[in-house]
């Protein structure tokens, strides 16, 4: 998942891109709203991570306008504006969550895993696709309950795909989900990510839990 940091004090947003980052996000940030509401609308993310008071642009215009330009970016607002109005104004304005600073970075993890759960259709951290059972929150997976043990970035794939599970997701969203930009344009490390996965969920006798679309891109099997 691709998570976008707009927030101008720079000691928190370094610390919330390598805590993120750290706990397996794609993360980016921006320093103002105006490079921040570029971003944005560009890019296309999973979630944004939203301050109020930056400089250029604040945060409920940068929302606004977000909104009026159609993004629907999931949007979680981290302010240290606690006034009941702000808050209001906030979730109207289109966020989908409000944390007041200072906040426990566990609490925060906790309201993005939610979020992104919600999206997705899910009641739970516990996302069951056939024989195969994903944790959202341990980044556990076992296959017909055996546990496997999954590398981050293969995880991170996985995840990709069980959280769209219904619909067939592309090879360039693969890439601007779970990899940073350094890759090289039509490189195959979406392929090359996508055998490496099969080789450690799929049973030998059994069709790919992973089904290529070909000229389309990937989807999780679901029976």
């Known amino acids: 998942m691709r998570l976008l940091v707009i927030e101008d004090a720079e000691i928190l947003r370094q610390s919330l891109v390598i805590g993120l980052g750290d706990a397996g996000y794609v993360v980016d940030a921006a320093a103002d709203g105006e490079e921040g509401l570029w971003l944005a609308s560009e890019q296309g993310y999973d979630l944004i991570i939203l301050d109020i008071m930056l400089p250029h642009m604040n945060g409920f215009e940068l929302l606004d306008r977000l909104r009026t330009l159609g993004a629907d970016s999931l949007v979680l607002m981290l302010t240290a504006r606690d006034e009941v109005e702000d808050r209001v104004l906030g979730l109207r304005s289109g966020a989908d969550d409000y944390l007041v600073k200072p906040f426990d970075f566990d609490e925060l993890l906790a309201r993005i895993e939610a979020l992104l759960r919600r999206r997705a259709g899910c009641a739970s951290n516990l996302l069951e696709i056939g024989e195969l059972t994903i944790n959202l929150h341990s980044k556990q997976v076992s296959v017909s309950g055996v546990p496997v043990s999954l590398p981050p970035r293969e995880y991170?794939?996985?995840?990709?795909?069980?959280?769209?599970?219904?619909?067939v997701v592309s090879r360039q969203e693969?890439?601007?989900?779970i990899y940073d930009d350094k890759i090289e344009p039509m490189s195959n490390v979406v392929d090359s990510a996508i055998s490496s996965l099969r080789k450690m969920i799929d049973h030998k006798d059994r069709p790919s839990f992973i089904l290529t679309r070909r000229g389309h891109g990937y989807q999780i099997r679901q029976s």
Do not use: Q
């Open 174 to 177: 693969i890439e601007h989900k």
């Open 156 to 167: 991170a794939l996985l995840e990709c795909l069980a959280l769209n599970r219904h619909r």
